[in-house]
């Protein structure tokens, strides 16, 4: 069976959905079935907030303040149930939510959604990817085609209103000076920009 919550490298996750609209040509989902402490991260289907809930019942969560959605699937592809369950999180556990996201939210759901996370998400790393929408194509291949970068931008500028701590991350399989780019466009949004190692 999958599992809907499991540890790695001291912080303690959230895997409620495999969906996501994008094949990332770093995706950690091409290396194995599964992460740290889970076996397999391949849902059979979306998991109901019930359970969801029930597997929060059943963890132990006193070492960890902090969980954060990400798994193998972009939480935002399942949008009411992150929402309901970090809120469950929250009140049980008094945890602080991190979401790691592509930014897609709002094509994802066909609406504006950043406002929907104030309250519930304290923190957010949205993947920044590439400097331009072409770049981006190349490293993401999202089915979202050209409307895909400019609506990361917008979620991103939307998410500075409501969320606490908001920051990009990009992968280092772009150029040294696609890096340096995103550098200036994180830097103009008031944003930080984290580069991360390619895990391969
Ligand atoms: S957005 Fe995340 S889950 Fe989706 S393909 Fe890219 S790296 Fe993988």
Redesign the pocket.
């Known amino acids: 069976m999958a599992d809907i919550i499991y540890t790695y490298a001291s912080s303690a996750y959230m895997n409620i959905t495999n969906k996501?609209p994008?094949?990332?040509i770093?995706?950690?989902?091409s290396n194995g079935d599964g992460l740290g402490s889970a076996e397999s991260l391949w849902l059979k289907g979306d998991p109901t907030i019930d359970e969801i809930k029930a597997e929060i019942d059943k963890f132990d969560f006193s070492e960890y303040d902090e969980v954060v959605f990400c798994g193998?699937?972009?939480p935002t592809q399942a949008l009411d149930n992150l929402i309901e369950s970090a809120k469950y999180l929250k009140e049980k556990h008094k945890l602080k939510i991190r979401l790691n996201s592509?930014g897609l939210s709002d094509l994802i759901n066909g609406k504006p959604t950043a406002h929907l996370l104030e309250g519930v998400v304290d923190s957010i790393s949205i993947?920044l990817n590439a400097p331009d929408g072409e770049a981006y194509q190349r490293v993401?291949r999202s089915k979202f085609g050209a409307e895909a970068y400019p609506a990361l931008l917008k979620f991103a500028e939307d998410c500075k209103k409501y969320i606490p701590k908001v920051k990009f991350t990009v992968v280092d399989v772009i150029s040294e000076e696609e890096i340096a780019e995103c550098k200036k466009i994180a830097e103009k949004m008031g944003i930080p920009l984290r580069v991360r190692k390619w895990i391969k």
């Open positions: 996501c994008c094949a990332c770093f995706c950690i989902r193998y699937g972009e592509n993947s993401t």
